[in-house]
């Protein structure tokens, strides 16, 4: 039994998040979706308790997914759910850099793998940062989330249905 754990900061979850874990399900037995803090990154737009909520909506419809949320180190995580392999989306050269980083650091913290996956073309655009900018403004981004982050996002700033 394999098990895989794909990691990201998730403010918000978006479609090209749940493509990356829709597509680790074809290739891992069990997959844990982390919410994770990245100390990188400023104040948050959803706790994470409230980031793991919508996750738990988004993704119902997928079986072999468990998502959780913490305050720790990723190495930490894989550990503790027995994960072998991290999973993370690639959208663009620009992000290799950073991830590389991150996926030599993990293996010489732990041994963990870390496995790539390109997202489609159709989300390649799509980040969290510039979600909560457009949406901040009252911007329609329901093409971009799911139902229940799109809910979150207007009760928080309001907007266009
Ligand atoms: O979606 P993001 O912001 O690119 O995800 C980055 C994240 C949350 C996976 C990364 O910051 C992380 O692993 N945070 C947990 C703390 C940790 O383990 N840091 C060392 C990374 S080498």
């Given at each position: 039994m394999t098990t895989a754990l794909v990691p990201g900061s998730?403010?918000?979850?978006h479609n090209g998040h749940l493509e990356v874990v829709e597509r680790a399900t074809r290739l891992f037995d069990f997959v844990i979706v982390a919410a994770l803090r990245?100390?990188?990154?400023?104040?948050?737009?959803?706790d994470l308790d409230e980031r793991q909520e919508m996750m738990n909506e988004s993704m119902a419809?997928?079986?072999t997914v468990r998502i959780v949320s913490v305050s720790t180190l990723l190495v930490e995580v894989a550990r503790d759910v027995g994960a072998s392999v991290i999973v993370k989306g690639l959208?663009?050269?620009?992000?290799?850099e950073n991830e590389l980083q991150m996926a030599q650091m993990n293996r010489q913290l732990s041994g963990v793998e870390t496995l790539f996956i390109p997202t489609s073309s159709s989300h390649s655009f799509v980040a969290s940062r510039l979600l909560r900018e457009v949406a901040r403004y009252g911007g329609d981004v329901s093409a971009f989330v799911p139902a229940a982050v799109n809910e979150r996002l207007r009760a928080k700033f309001g907007g266009v249905s």
């Open positions: 998730f403010d918000p979850f990245n100390p990188q990154k400023s104040e948050p737009l959803f419809h997928l079986p959208r663009a050269v620009s992000d290799f």
